[in-house]
């Protein structure tokens, strides 16, 4: 069974920093670009940042420069270091699991960030 759990999320004041994690089982990291998504109430889904197959890392306009993304393919898990938090990045955030091949397209159950004084 395939599956990506997340963790790491919660409260954290403007200008703080958090650590999210995520942790896939059932499938292997090869031919997949690994990434994070947030939705923020009321809005889209938006791509927050990507580690590809190839191990290229993108991010979004907002972001760059304070979040950084990385995967190990040992240990089957992604991670994003989030630094310089703002209020406008409280959303549920999602870990995803894209087969470059297959398009097989797969989603964790996602992570509360609230950034709030």
């Known amino acids: 069974q395939v599956q990506l759990v997340e963790s790491g999320g919660g409260l954290v004041q403007p200008g703080g920093s958090l650590k999210l994690s995520c942790a896939a089982s059932?499938?292997?990291?090869?031919?997949?670009?690994m990434g994070w998504y947030r939705q923020a109430p009321g809005q889209q889904r938006e791509l927050v940042a990507v580690?590809?197959?190839?191990?290229?890392?993108r991010y979004a306009d907002s972001v760059k420069g304070r979040f950084t993304i990385s995967r190990d393919s040992v240990k089957n898990t992604v991670t994003l270091q989030m630094n310089s938090l703002k209020p406008e990045d409280t959303a549920v955030y999602y870990c995803?699991?894209?087969?470059?091949?297959?398009?097989?397209?797969?989603w964790g159950q996602g992570t509360q960030v609230t950034v709030s004084s």
């Open positions: 580690a590809t197959d190839g191990g290229s890392l």
């Open positions: 995803n699991a894209f087969h470059i091949i297959t398009g097989q397209n797969t």
């Open positions: 059932g499938i292997s990291f090869a031919f997949r670009n």
